[in-house]
């Protein structure tokens, strides 16, 4: 998995990594009004959540148990 944690001290409910992620991985919590991590197994590892994050609440392993298979494969 390469989406670890979304750590909700820190997460401020903005959403933009809900905005930035391009799997749909990361859904926001409306009772809680935080993000989570919805579909781990769907990460892509592009890191557009992590980077895009102001609070710096989001970790995504740089480690993929499964490779990505390139499309000219």
Known sequence: MAIERI????????????DACIMDVIRFDETEKKAVIKYPKECYCCYNCEVGCPSGAIYVDPRRLRPITPAWS
């Open 7 to 18: 750590d909700k001290e820190k997460c401020i409910g903005c959403q933009k990594c809900v």
